[in-house]
């Protein structure tokens, strides 16, 4: 253990949660569950945030905002939903305290709510009572909207990031005159997010859609990415459901098409969440801490000055100036760290923990011979290299880093998904080489549950490019057309 | 009435409730007091929010996220704090739901929580018992953090954007070694707040302190901003408190000094919210719609072809295409509406409705003459340029358009601020010509209370720009040594 981390292969989890705290990213708060996203790691997600919202608008979507607290009834409508939600749901009864006589601060019992309250777990229910006032005809059509929000479901076992009881997210909500038009903006966006998290957080994924066990309460196909963690486990990184007519009909939502025939709406929700957090933490970090794609780094490059004498810090300054205006011009995030408090040893692990991709150290001697040290995060390498040009060999390092961190991930990926035809070679692999199994399964929900009970692993998906291939399935022997892709997971 | 907006002379109230509606701005919700800030409105606001976020970015300030839920027992450890939040706070007790057996949707009683949690109205406990994790020495001051989130107030008299049961906002909280950067932070933060509002909302603002009995719960000094609406009522557009050491107490957040010396932090919290919408729509806008200052406007510029035949259009737009393209340099937002279902005149009143800043207008005679109708809509007027440099003259306008409404504000806050000496003349006055009301007051909260009780005008600021003058206070006739700010309102 260094720097208060354990070794991410002696305990993997606790590595996390140790990596988590000391990062500055997040902490438990005195709220069962619930997390304090602390401004550093709030700083990476605020990268996320502006690259998706870019995202979403490019494609069309509006934000708008809509109500924390959900009516009891309007949640209950929709019966698979509330099925889906019911017990996890915070629940407001009152909306007045009162001091009891005593000096004690009690609950007013005079200030009852007639209808409790539901604190959002996801907005569907609400957000389809009002688009009941939208929409009226297909000129209305379709209607893109995006909430950025924090929702809240009660879990038991909570993770920093991973599955907490408050978490931030988006969720977009859609309404279209076709099927076909709801089914292409569910898959739509399904690739917004796997060009995401490919590209900017170089997180592999597989886009493919749950199996009916598997499915959003309340969608009729859900789509989803699934990555694959560093120990072997899969972790759901976003989903698109299409929701067919289910809310339009709960609530009641119909157009007049150009023929002035009346129909329900056909609908589509997507999100992700801070749990994007867990993900990016987990894919590329390793036991000297974080290890950021330079796309979300909220500082791509640190300059740290070795010197013993003011004069040697003025003469390094002067350099590092004229450095940050022409890494400026190229949108490169620079940091100076000319603290005289900390010791370069000291700032190099720091940085080294929160993930910061190059770190440029320069002493007198660079100075005598126009050099730099430059480190990169992710190989751990050091090369001395020429002042002259370094903008430019900054950028293109940064660019490579952040391809090279993209191919560790996908190579992992690639080695630990494996073809597995029967099911004691299944069990075998998922205690003692976990990862994506791609097996055979007879396609009923009593098999997937059978399975998920004796081994913890979880369909994941059946991957959208799938070839058919006739097989047997690894319970059951019955014949299968293709293979679906298990895992255990976050 | 046009447009289903009354007039706001007739009724102001309604005015307001009619323009927020009608220009897609905001809408109430099915919860009680709880509002849906529709697109249009929200783009406003994400205007509001990335400047100011930008502004707190460079003072120095970081965002962060804390629990939307607070624990009964923190939020009652700053007395004068829970007395001031106590009778509008929404409480959550439940954490589940169950079927009854009958079909029906009801709180599960077994899923009681032990101790209840307050949805937050502000975050200053939270943020203070996690405060204490994070302070220990003077190297960890000053902790300049804001916080974007949601809120929750509730109010028995709500109305859009002014006052409802949720709202968005922003809260800063701050920590020092000593009292009198404490009270810089406060300050500073309220030349932030004016800064905007005067200067992207247009919005002229007097800057002061609240008296005693206005001072946020727990505050040692509450800064205000305070603005005059066009029905001569004020609205309250920010406020910067200065906390002293209420909070650090109440937490027990201490650290030591350079000389190891243990000692009580200092503090300050800071916030506006949604309620800078009402603001901003209450301000400048008039009977046909919305006027909105160019710098906060979402579409700047909006574009209506006039044509009959399809290769009209074609010239029309292969010309806007180039105008486009220099205004975009020129981070002019340009919207070219070529709907051919709706008519110009009906495109025409749209824009107006939703305050879009500059009309241009063309015409096949237009390109003929190489012009092009231009309509402002602050002023109403329309003129016809030159098509050439119309890049630059726009540019030119918008800016002379923000300065005009920023002076046509300021010429209405001047003309209503008026220096009163008798209390007959301060009733006639709220009566006939409501407005700021600059009068003596002899510094009792009780004089303060039955002035409010007799007339319901408040004081809404000692302002900070103060000359001493002595004088009689309107009530009781008793000296004081200055005049303050008193009106109605919001």
Known sequence: MSKGIISKDEDYSQWFNDLVIKADLAEYSPVRGCMIIKPYGYSIWEKIQAVLDKMFKETGHSNAYFPLFIPKSFFSKEASHVDGFAKECAVVTHYR?????????????????????????TSETIIWHTYKGWIQSYRDLPLLINQWANVVR?????????????????????????????????????????????????????????TPNERFAGALDTYCIEALMQDGKALQAGTSHFLGQNFAKAFDVKFSDKENKLDYVWATSWGVSTRL????????SDDAGLVLPPMLAPIQVVVVPIYK????????????????????????????????????????????????????????????????????????TKETVAQEGLAEHIEKLLEEIQQNIFKKASTFTTENTVEVDTYDEFKRLLDEKPGFLSAHWDGTPETEQQIKDETKATIRCIPLNNKLEAGKCILTGKPSTQRVLFARAY
Chains 1, 2 share one sequence.
């Open 154 to 210: 009660w879990e038991m076992r909570t993770r920093l990031f991973l599955r907490t009881t408050e978490f931030l997210w988006q969720e977009g909500h859609t309404a279209h005159a076709t099927q076909q038009e709801a089914i292409a903006e569910a898959e739509l966006m399904l690739d917004v997010y796997a060009d995401f998290v490919e590209n900017w957080m170089a997180v592999p994924v597989v886009k493919g859609r749950k």
């Open 97 to 121: 305290l009162k001091n009891d006589g005593n000096g004690n601060i009690i609950v007013d019992e005079d200030a009852k709510l007639e209808e409790e309250l539901i604190v959002r777990p």
């Open 309 to 380: 004498h003011d004069e040697e810090l003025e003469n390094i300054s002067a350099y590092v100036k004229g450095l940050t205006t022409e890494l400026r011009k190229k949108n490169i995030t620079i940091k100076f760290d000319n603290r005289d408090t900390q010791r370069p040893g000291f700032k190099f692990a720091e940085y080294e923990l929160k993930g910061v991709p190059l770190r440029v150290a320069i002493g007198s001697r660079d100075m005598q011979n126009a050099t730099v040290e430059l480190a990169r995060r992710d190989t751990r």
């Open 277 to 284: 957090m867990g993900a990016l933490i987990m894919s590329h």
